[in-house]
């Protein structure tokens, strides 16, 4: 680009000093110096304020703090330090799946004094605990545990270094009806379901081996429940499902048919439970990475047979139904002690004298 000159700007003639004094009363211009002084002390002593004000300032200290940097709606703009906020604890890592169901749990923590200047205030996410989950059944009414959630030595995922096998397998018949064993909506249904039950990492390497292989027919057909209290629950080996993504479910709600997909060694459900807050991961088996390319990692699961009703019994019996009337005899004895407490308590109010 050539260079081009300027000319430079003429410097502004600055007309006389009589030129800018207004046109005064004969009987004024003997005064014209005396004025002249007041004005050259009112000009001395607006400078020494002028200095002195800062200096005192600085001396008192600022009664309002630091200016902040702009943040508002401006975008790209950052508020109050540029230091990085600390992460959410449920953000330890990355889901392969999308945002997390409704019903998050979590303590937002102090948030402080909500007029206060800087950072907003970072909500650390968790786990409900296993303790308040509520509202679940079984999604077969009669059958067998055929396989618990345990350490087995051909499991497919990996806890604390060793294989184990990570929902509750149970059985009854070939077609068997399956229900929702609670309220929620429906994330998945079919074999497309990866990105919903918490695998942790990239699965592209993953469906470009199904997508060339042409082994999307070999996956079980599985529904994913999001349970609405920050859980999900996982239904495998479907014959075939009725529920659509998207679908409010209620708890028994038919969601399809017990059947054997994915070569699954017989008739069966696989139930699996997990929350995605959960920090806590599972391995998964060599062999498997190797052939499929599948994350190293997804979301631990917890046992099943810990929210649904009378598990223990089920755990030591292995029957379902056993299960179900152990689960309602407990219940039927907590209400009748509830009942007992308030006849008890009734007397005994009614035997104070007023």
Known sequence: ????????????????PSSFLPPQPLADRGRRIRLGQRSLVAIAVGAGLALLVPLALSVLGPASGPLQPLGGGVAGAVSGSHEPAPAATATAAPLASGGPPSGLAGDPGDRGDPGAAGPPPVVQLSAPPIASLTGYRWPIGQGRISLPFKDIPGGTRIRDGRLMHDGVDMASFCGAPVGAAHDGVVLAAGRHFDEQVGWIGDLEPYFHILNTRHMWNDLPNVVVIDDGNGYRSIYAHFRDVTVRVGQDVKAGQLIGHEGATGHASGCHVHYGLFSPYQTKTFGVRADILKRLKLPKYEIARIDPLQVLPGGATALRTRQIGKAIIAAHAAADAAMAE??????AAAKLAAAVPS
């Open 338 to 343: 509830a009942a007992a407490a308030r006849i």
């Open 1 to 16: 680009m050539p260079h081009r000159r300027h000319a430079r700007p003429r410097r502004a003639q600055t007309p006389p």
